[in-house]
């Protein structure tokens, strides 16, 4: 009898990972580095250079935007690298043949997840180099988040030296709202953070708060310095409106509108012109607009912080349920496969999904403390997180995502959960 054919999650977690082939490694970074680095203006500065330390090291960096990895790995070539990406992004068909050869090492965002660990330990075993993102996803609103859980910790184990990539104006190039790419100017600058001897002589506590501190970055503040223009081809307020969701004036949310380079309340006409340089400039004298759209962003958590002082706070949607396909790739640049539809529910208790699966009744519940935050594997149109190791994505009806970020990591803090707000975040003034 032959062998049943493996599953797309067993194939994955089944592999031994190694050292990237260097040929193909270089081949694919020398022709990324020549399309990107003119095209998006990337100007790199090496304070310490990693590929003078021989032997095993890790860099970590700020997670600016998707496009990092060429920002990290071309940056140093002809140095390989072994990334560390979202387990999920191995089930796309334009992603799952490079992710493979190219040697990168999956990984569940936002839950333990012990075959990572064991990959990173076999490579750095031979001598081998990791790029690691702490933050776990690229940037939401324009600035850096708090390293995922356990991030200290897992430096501190491996004791090997640590560099660090800190990238500025990625987020401004590739937001979080907008797929599009802006060419204008990225700056990315290459420096030792840990020595060996350093992270034996710190807790990981500490460590995780200096790594907090060193990749450190708000876009939108760094360009107020830089004043660098970028091309948004007359849409770079294109979708803002999925995060800048509450009018600044009127208090009405999910009434903000984002289209061209315009971002207007449709109940009041608050709103401004969003400038190359992402400044605003009001639309008439009696607009209400914070300094940045980064600071509307921090305002919006704010005030949800304050309606979860609530004890019966909760939120609802309509949503399909996606998941991961068991034997051929996600095509078409797909991130899920459609296997159900119900309802999702965010109250103090936490997350609930009741709805269907496949045709069956479906359900699940995850408490606030065990669920930190939500991946977002494209634009903030839908968010997935992971149920006993299994992925989930919900399709919201409305454009609501935004809301629901900043509620259930408000929630995970309020509720004991470990990943906190960084100290100096003035979220609950």
């Known amino acids: 009898m032959s062998k049943a054919k493996k599953t797309l999650a067993e194939q ?147 004791g090997v030296p640590v560099y660090i990539s800190k990238i500025s104006g990625g987020y401004l190039t590739s937001t979080k709202y907008c797929l599009d790419e802006r060419p204008g100017e990225v700056r990315v600058v290459i420096d030792k953070l840990f020595s060996p001897e350093q992270l034996k002589g710190m807790s990981a506590d500490e460590i995780q708060r200096a790594l907090d501190v060193a990749i450190q970055n708000d876009d939108y503040e760094w360009n107020k310095t830089a004043k660098i223009s970028y091309d948004g081809q007359g849409r770079i307020a294109h979708q803002m409106h999925t995060l800048l969701y509450r009018c600044p004036r009127c208090g009405k949310e999910f009434s903000m509108r984002g289209e061209g380079d315009t971002i207007r309340c449709l109940a009041c006409g608050n709103g401004a012109r969003v400038n190359a340089d992402y400044s605003f400039t009001p639309l008439d004298e009696t607009c209400v607009l914070p300094e940045s759209p980064k600071t509307w962003f921090d305002e919006e958590r704010k005030l949800v912080y304050h309606e979860l002082l609530d004890p019966e706070f909760v939120l609802t949607e309509r949503v399909r349920l996606g998941v991961l396909p068991k034997d051929e790739p996600l095509k078409n640049l797909e991130t899920s496969i459609i296997a159900g539809e119900g309802e999702i529910r965010l109250d103090h208790t936490g997350l609930t999904y009741t709805g269907t699966k496949y045709g069956r009744d479906f359900s699940f519940h995850i408490e606030p403390e065990l669920l930190p935050t939500y991946g977002m594997c494209t634009d903030v149109s839908r968010v997935y997180t992971f149920v006993n190791g299994e992925f989930y994505e919900f399709y919201p009806e409305t454009e609501c995502i935004a809301k629901w970020l900043l509620a259930t990591e408000e929630l995970h803090r309020m509720h004991g959960g470990e990943w906190k707000n960084f100290p100096w975040a003035n979220t609950y003034a």
């Open 12 to 158: 994955l977690h089944s592999r031994k990972l190694h050292q990237p082939p260097k040929v193909v490694y270089c081949i694919l970074g020398y022709l990324w580095k020549l399309l990107y680095f003119k095209k998006l203006g990337v100007k790199v500065e090496i304070k310490d250079d990693p590929r003078s330390c021989k032997g095993a090291h890790i860099l970590v960096s700020n997670h600016a935007s998707r496009l990092d990895y060429i920002f990290t790995g071309a940056t140093l070539l002809p140095q390989t690298y072994n990334y560390v990406a979202g387990y999920n992004e191995f089930f796309r068909s334009h992603l799952a043949f490079v992710f493979r050869l190219l040697q990168i090492i999956p990984k569940k965002n936002f839950t333990p997840d012990i075959y990572t660990i064991k990959e990173i330990a076999r490579i750095l075993r031979t001598g081998g180099r990791i790029v690691l993102f702490p933050e776990g996803m690229s940037s939401i609103g324009g600035g850096n988040q708090p390293s995922a859980i356990g991030s200290g910790k897992l430096l501190k184990h491996f």
